[in-house]
């Protein structure tokens, strides 16, 4: 096998599961990875047969393969996925005819659940198609943990020489992260000029540790309120391309309720890196040395 990294693409043959080619394309050249289509059908078929009933035309394929494989399709896929070594799986949301907008399918559940990589899901009502990568936003909610799924937002903004927008949203109520080396948002966030100085060149510090930022164009955005509302607000005013979120794994009636909601309303692609229990992300790559950010951070 090959070890040129992969970017898995599933498609179903409905015309709304297009889109989510067109990103894993982009990505495919970031990650210096090939494309590998997948159908999951009821009998194997030669690539040949396949492509027009995919809606593929000879364009799509070019710098991709394409294959087939037999079985359950979330099953199908997180094989394929875990047999490729994948560095990502892109698909989308939902593509069965007369789902409601920003549904999550069955099978994307599924792979979302199961994924040993990170997870790109495709709003199939988005026009894609002369998608590229500008603006990353990464959503912090202060903890280590989240520290910890930064690196494929630095990644991804440095190979695509992207702006970083990285946003802390501060929840009303007394909640606030308490694991060790968390870092929790000012007081005064109605008063931002008290503490957000200080406060925001220690939070670029600490990410800094993580990985290297000085050689990219980083922000710094503070806000308040529901963390939802405040990541599609921010990923929509600043004409975002692809937000980056983590998840802890719990898909459950009051959990993930965050994820949830951006991934229902999102116009741009979602990245969900999972955290894993004690640390650490199914991140695609590890980040090197520390740097200093090259821009000031900017409050918001």
């Not at 909610?141 to 992207?162: F, H, I, N, Q, Y």
Request: aromatic residues 4%; contains cysteine.
């Amino acid at each position: 096998m090959s070890d040129q990294p992969v970017i898995l693409v599933p498609l179903d043959g409905m015309a709304d599961a297009l889109p989510a080619l067109s990103v894993a394309k982009v990505f495919s050249g970031l990650e210096h990875a090939a494309v590998r289509i997948l159908h999951v059908a009821e009998q194997a078929s030669a690539a040949a047969e396949i492509a027009p009933r995919l809606g593929l035309a000879a364009e799509d394929l070019h710098g991709a393969s394409l294959e087939t494989r037999t079985g359950e399709p979330a099953a199908a896929i997180l094989a394929a996925a875990d047999d490729l070594h994948a560095r990502v799986i892109v698909l989308c949301t939902h593509t069965a005819p007369g789902s409601p907008a920003g549904k999550v399918g069955g099978t994307a559940l599924s792979v979302l659940r199961g994924a040993s990589c990170p997870v790109i899901l495709v709003n199939p009502a988005q026009p894609l198609q002369d998608w590229r990568l500008r603006k990353v936003l990464l959503p912090h909610e202060g903890t280590s943990a989240a520290s910890d799924a930064v690196k494929p937002g630095v990644e991804l903004a440095r190979r695509a020489d992207a702006d970083l927008l990285v946003l802390l949203v501060a929840a009303p109520g007394p909640a606030s992260p308490q694991a060790r080396g968390s870092l929790t948002s000012p007081f005064y966030l109605d008063q931002p000029q008290h503490e957000w100085p200080a406060w925001a060149v220690e939070f670029m510090e600490r990410l800094a540790c993580i990985c290297p930022l000085s050689d990219l164009r980083v922000r710094l955005l503070l806000a308040r309120g529901s963390p939802a509302s405040e990541i599609l607000r921010v990923a929509r005013e600043e004409s975002v391309d692809l937000i980056i979120l983590t998840w802890r794994g719990i898909w459950a009636p009051e959990r993930a309720e965050t994820l949830k909601a951006v991934v229902r309303e999102a116009a741009c692609p979602a990245m969900v890196v999972r955290v894993r229990a004690g640390g650490g992300s199914n991140s695609p790559r590890n980040s090197g040395a520390a740097g200093a950010p090259r821009a000031a951070p900017a409050a918001q």
